[in-house]
C-alpha cells in the first residue's frame, strides 16, 4: 500500500518557539494531504486540509496564523506551530488519499509535541 | 457537515467472546466506512472498510455491516484475543475524491480479557 512518513516522530520544545512538522507521500502522489491532532483519550480532529500549489483550508476554530501549513510538492506538506504553548502539546498526524482514487487514506506515523 | 458518533466508549470481554461496536452517522450522502484500530502512540491502522453499495464485508475475525436506511454501522470482532485491545474508531467520508475529508467517531477502548 500507499505510505506515508512524517519527520519528526517526537519533538520537545520550549514555550514560545516554533516547530516544523513534515509529511510526505513515499510513494505516490498526492494533491491533498490532512493534518489531525489527537488529544490523549480523544479522537482525531481534523485541523487543516492541505492542497498542493495553494492555501490550505482551515477547520473551524484552528488558527490559520498559529498553524502554518505549506503543500509545496506533490509529495511534501508541511505543518509550523508558530509560538508554541504547552497547551500545543499533541499527538499530530498526517494523512493522503491516492489522486483519483480517494477512497483509502494513508496514515503517517504521527508526531508527537511536547511544549515546555 | 458530517457528524458521526459512536458506541461504547469502553468495552471489556473476555478472551473468545465477541464484541460489537456501533456508529450512526448523519449526512447521507456519506458513502464509504472505514474502521480503524490504533495502539498507543501509533497511527491508525484501517482494518476493514464498507462502501455504500454493501451491507456487510468479512475479513476472517472482523466483519462489518452497513445500513443505510437507518445511517448506522458496526464493527464486528469474533473469537476475540488480548492483541486485539486497543482504541477502535470508525470514520465516515463521501467518496470517491481524494480532496475528501474523513469524520472520526470518538472511539471505543477495546479491552480482551484473557
Known amino acids: 500500500g500507499a505510505v506515508v512518513s512524517q519527520h519528526p516522530s517526537w519533538v520537545i520544545c520550549k514555550s514560545g518557539t516554533s516547530v516544523k512538522i513534515e509529511c510526505r507521500s513515499l510513494?505516490?502522489?498526492?494533491?491533498?494531504m490532512f493534518w489531525y491532532r489527537q488529544f490523549p483519550k480523544q479522537s482525531l480532529m481534523l485541523m487543516a486540509t492541505?492542497?498542493?500549489?495553494?492555501?490550505?483550508?482551515?477547520e473551524q476554530g484552528v488558527e490559520k496564523d498559529k498553524f502554518l501549513i505549506n503543500h509545496a510538492s506533490l509529495t511534501l506538506s508541511t505543518l509550523t506551530v508558530t509560538s508554541a504553548h504547552p497547551e500545543d502539546s499533541s499527538f499530530y498526524i498526517c494523512s493522503a488519499s491516492l489522486t483519483g482514487a480517494g477512497y483509502e487514506q494513508y496514515f503517517g506515523p504521527g508526531t508527537r509535541l511536547t511544549v515546555t | 457537515g458530517e457528524n458521526v458518533e459512536q458506541h461504547p466508549s469502553t468495552l471489556s470481554v473476555q478472551e473468545g467472546d465477541s464484541a460489537v461496536i456501533k456508529c450512526t452517522y448523519s449526512?447521507?450522502?456519506?458513502?464509504?466506512f472505514p474502521w480503524y484500530k490504533q495502539e498507543l502512540g501509533k497511527r491508525p491502522q484501517l482494518i476493514i472498510d464498507?462502501?455504500?453499495?454493501?451491507g456487510e464485508k468479512k475479513d476472517q475475525r472482523i466483519a462489518v455491516t452497513l445500513n443505510k436506511t437507518a445511517k448506522h454501522f458496526s464493527l464486528h470482532i469474533t473469537e476475540t484475543q488480548p492483541e486485539d485491545s486497543a482504541v477502535y474508531f470508525c470514520?465516515?467520508?463521501?467518496?470517491?475524491?481524494?480532496?475528501?475529508?474523513?469524520?472520526f467517531g470518538s472511539g471505543t477502548q477495546l479491552t480482551v480479557l484473557p
Open positions: 449526512d447521507s450522502a456519506s458513502n464509504y
Open positions: 470514520a465516515a467520508k463521501k467518496a470517491p475524491g481524494s480532496a475528501r475529508q474523513l469524520t
Open positions: 492541505s492542497n498542493e500549489g495553494s492555501k490550505a483550508t482551515y
Open positions: 464498507i462502501r455504500s453499495n454493501v
Open positions: 510513494d505516490f502522489q498526492a494533491t491533498t
